[in-house]
């Protein structure tokens, strides 16, 4: 009752997300010039597990297929999850840079699935069922750490420096900038002459607004618009009040540093090959969470036929306990006889215990990968796993390894990755080689003026500066504007600006540098795709290795069933001793162990192999964009009977 009840909750709590989410982050920015000023908002994590997982229980059991588990990991998997939102990361790098902005980077760092109980690339951790001696094995670690432990593979080749990238990029994104200010100005006068008062006395009000753009050819506008109103108790101005209006404007064009719109769209481009780097590395987290599930998955099958030899070995065991009691009783045996066959029970029964143990272990290992709750949920920890689909071993002709090799090179993503980011510091370092070239601009302005006012009552005339009459420019800043857009009162300059470094040495030190890292880079590829071919080797021969071992492990396993078998028809016949047939029972049991471990280094050699080549996502109908989503369309697979 207790379990059903426990299903029950569990099927509710994981019922809640809606059938089908799509778990793809969601970046939204606010359209028009109000999402200027406001932050654009980012979809919520989301803890709760697929509802997948609901269609898979039964009577408090997770029956689970590997292509199930596989499906759980992409629709739950944290790892998976994470790469997700790394997508959207180098996305907004890209919209950075294209307002003119330094790109933040990306991460390119990979989760890898822990090892578990059987390891790696190692067979299944477990000893055989007892021993000649009927010793058992006591676990003397109580946490396995190492099986729990979670790796990470970085997949950058460009190192920990950066590069110093060269001119500063335009900025793209246009600026207004305004400016209001009122002041009053009293300053003592050495001369009458100027001003015609003994101290000069300005309400000055002061409105101005500029415009300031970058271009990816390097150019560089700004205008300006000024207005001064300017109230004076001055006796030789013509005006009072008077306005002063002015509208210019001035492009800036860079002829060697910093021209060119290659070079000042670098970081754009670096930032698009950055969101096809995180693809790769999205995809390479998959290629890793998926292989790893695998791994888990075929260990715990591996691990309960484990377990289940062991407790056939014991079900023998207490064969040999009853008849060796029967025969005591009877007197045709000594007692020691029973004695040793109870001491074999008791050993085989201690390696129950520790077979079980470790498949727990690996179950509640799975459940961490499979579920956003991991073990923290008590109903899922609650849970026990039944997979369902048994280890295969298919003997399938391989191709030769150099066309392996070349699928590799084709097919690992994170090789691509690696081509990018060369490309990336190539890129990088044309920036970088246009600072070693002088400043030249030329610059061109081109300004109107306009000036307008009232009459001054105080003004004090003279022969020398009598009053106009008519006085011009009368009027407001309406008149002051008026003359500004007519151009009567043109201003315009055309130069050239040169800087010309001496010596230059930082821009030589940081060219070299940027090279050297380039160089480091090709090397650190060179490595990459050594390393490939090089796993592909060694995964070609691990098969051919753990195959021969396997066929091997078969045939001995097969003659210890009959050596035991022609052991017991002896000693039913009084010619042989029960310690020859605990011996060969023995035998039998490593022999059944060893056969186990044999297979599970086979599998996981093709699993390194297909891991090699790049194919994990291919061979197992794994699709990017369902990754990607966390919707995987596959339903759920047939469940057995309920027991």
């Known amino acids: 009752m207790t379990t059903k009840l426990v299903a029950a909750a569990l099927c509710v709590t994981l019922a809640l997300p809606v059938a089908g989410q799509d778990r793809t982050p969601q970046v939204t920015y606010v359209p028009g010039y109000k999402g200027t000023y406001q932050p654009g908002t980012v979809s919520a994590s989301s803890f709760a597990n697929s509802d997948r997982v609901t269609s898979l229980i039964r009577a408090g059991n997770i029956y689970l297929s590997l292509q199930d588990a596989v499906a759980l990991a992409l629709e739950n998997n944290l790892d998976v999850e994470l790469q997700r939102y790394s997508i959207s990361l180098a996305a907004t790098d890209t919209l950075r840079a294209q307002g003119g902005g330094a790109l ?30 009927a010793q058992s094995s006591i676990p003397v670690v109580t946490s396995e750490a190492q099986f729990v432990q979670q790796g990470q593979t970085n997949l950058s080749i460009t190192g920990s420096s950066t590069s110093a990238n060269g001119p500063a990029i335009p900025q793209f994104d246009p600026t207004v900038t305004g400016q209001f200010q009122a002041q009053h100005q009293t300053v003592p006068q050495t001369s009458l002459t100027i001003t015609g008062t003994p101290s000069l006395s300005q309400n ?81 987290q998959v290629i890793s969470t998926v292989s790893g599930v695998i791994r888990l998955y075929d260990d715990l099958v591996l691990l309960n036929e484990d377990l289940q030899v062991k407790k056939r070995n014991l079900d023998v065991v207490m064969i040999l306990v009853k008849s060796n009691t029967n025969k005591v009783e009877q007197g045709t045996i000594a007692p020691i006889e029973l004695t040793r066959a109870n001491a074999q029970a008791s050993a085989a029964r201690q390696e129950i215990k520790t077979a079980e143990g470790y498949v727990r272990q690996q179950e509640m290992l799975l459940k961490n990968v499979l579920f956003r709750s991991g073990v923290s949920d008590p109903a899922i920890r609650s849970l026990r796993i039944v997979p369902t689909d048994p280890i295969r071993v298919d003997d399938e002709a391989l191709l030769p390894s150099e066309q392996l090799a070349a699928q590799a090179l084709e097919n690992r993503p994170e090789y691509s990755a690696a081509k990018l980011q060369l490309a990336n510091s190539a890129i990088s370092l044309k920036g970088t080689r246009n600072a070693l070239l002088p400043q030249l601009d030329i610059v061109a302005n081109a300004q109107n003026s306009g000036l307008a006012g009232g009459t001054n009552a105080n003004y ?50 940081d060219v070299a540098r940027d090279e050297i890292q380039v160089r480091q880079s090709e090397i650190r590829l060179k490595q990459l795709e050594n390393q490939i071919r090089l796993e592909v080797e060694e995964a ?93 369309s596959r339903p759920p697979s047939a469940l057995p009977p309920t027991p």
């Open 204 to 284: 000055i009000v002061t409105g101005n607004a500029n415009y300031l753009q970058g271009f990816s050819a390097g150019t560089q506008v700004t205008a300006g618009f000024q207005n001064i109103y300017t109230g004076t108790n001055s006796e030789r101005s013509l005006y009072n009040p008077y306005y002063n209006s002015a509208l210019g404007v001035t492009v800036t064009q860079p002829l060697l540093r910093g021209f060119g719109k290659e070079l000042n769209q670098r970081f754009i481009r670096i930032a698009r090959n950055n969101e096809k780097v995180t693809g790769a590395v999205f995809q390479q």
């Open 460 to 509: 004090a005339a003279s022969a020398a500066s009598p009053l106009p009459n008519p006085i011009p420019n009368l009027g407001n800043w309406g008149n002051a504007f008026a003359q500004v857009l007519k151009y009567d009162s043109p201003t315009y300059s055309v130069g050239i600006n040169l800087t010309l470094p001496i010596r230059n040495r930082q821009a030589q030190a």
């Open 540 to 632: 070609v021969i691990a098969i051919e290795r753990t195959k021969a071992a396997l066929e091997s492990a078969e045939e001995t396993r097969k003659l210890q069933e009959q050596s035991l078998i022609i052991e017991q028809e002896k000693f039913a016949e009084g010619l042989s001793t029960s310690l020859f047939v605990i011996q060969y029972q023995s035998y039998l049991a490593q022999a059944r162990s060893t056969e186990l471990a044999a297979r599970s280094a086979y599998v996981k050699a093709k699993l390194q192999l297909e891991t090699a080549i790049g194919k994990t996502l291919e061979n197992n109908h794994v699709s990017i964009a369902e990754a990607m989503k966390g919707q995987v």
């Open 104 to 133: 933040r980077g990306v991460p390119l760092t990979v989760n890898e699935v822990p090892a578990g109980v059987g390891g790696i690339s190692s067979p299944l951790v477990t000893n055989a069922a007892t021993g000649v001696n």
